[in-house]
């Protein structure tokens, strides 16, 4: 039972674009959501996180847009750089759980 | 020096073996978890321990056992590896408060042939 689904699976996108990665749940009691980041050899690490009480986080070139009422939450990347490709994974937990959940990870390709 | 240190980094070993990885931290956290990490499947969770007598099982913990030494090291044990656990293995640590960031490892790469 996959309570976070992520996609797509895969994404290129030239210097300069933006980013869109997606990110749906089901659980209602899922009520942090955080998004990390891996590169090649690397761990993940958190990159910018939201909690439900808000529809929008900004951290430089990087958003998440949260819709509580669509379960649904997405990671954009403005002017996305050669430095941002990596593979991407967004994660949610339960309010009293520290456990998270995560998708299945998008790796991001942003061509010179 | 790292703060989340994953021992051995790589490894290869025969079906049937037991293999023991090992993690250790110098964050202070109470709370660790070990991941596998798949092509398409994400990071699954296996075990993890809120403190050093506390011990769960996660989404994937047949074949594999776990032991807390001490608050700053945890380590996951193959009793008989098989083919299909070949995959990357993380260790993590969190806070003692909910919903905190989670600090991840390098990974082991385990191979069982």
């Excluded at chain 1, 290129?12 to 590169?39: H, L, M, R």
Aim: with cysteine; proline share 4%.
């Amino acid at each position: 039972q996959q309570q976070v689904k992520q996609s797509p699976q895969s994404l290129i996108v030239q210097k300069g674009g933006i980013s869109i990665i997606n990110c749906a749940y089901e659980n209602t009691a899922f009520d942090y959501f955080p998004w990390y980041q891996q590169f090649p050899g690397k761990g993940p690490a958190l990159l910018i996180a939201i909690r439900p009480d808000v529809s929008e986080k900004k951290e430089g070139r990087f958003t998440i847009s949260f819709n509580k009422s669509a379960k649904q939450f997405s990671l954009h990347i403005m002017d996305s750089q050669p430095g941002d490709s990596a593979t991407y994974f967004c994660a949610a937990s339960e309010e009293g759980y520290s456990t998270l959940t995560f998708g299945k990870g998008t790796m991001l390709l942003v061509s010179p | 020096d790292a703060d989340v240190t994953q021992t051995p980094r790589n490894r290869i070993t025969k079906t049937g073996k037991r293999i023991m990885l090992e993690c250790s931290q110098t964050k202070g956290h109470d709370r660790m978890y070990w991941y596998r990490q798949d092509p398409g499947l994400g990071l699954r969770l296996i075990y993890y321990s809120f403190d050093v007598k506390d011990i769960n099982k996660g989404e994937i913990s047949d074949g594999y056992s776990v032991s807390r030494q001490a608050q700053a090291k945890f380590s996951l044990s193959l009793e008989s590896a098989i083919p299909n656990q070949t995959a990357l293995y993380f260790c993590a640590t969190s806070a003692s408060w909910v919903n905190t960031e989670a600090f991840f490892g390098q990974g082991t790469r385990l191979t069982v042939v």
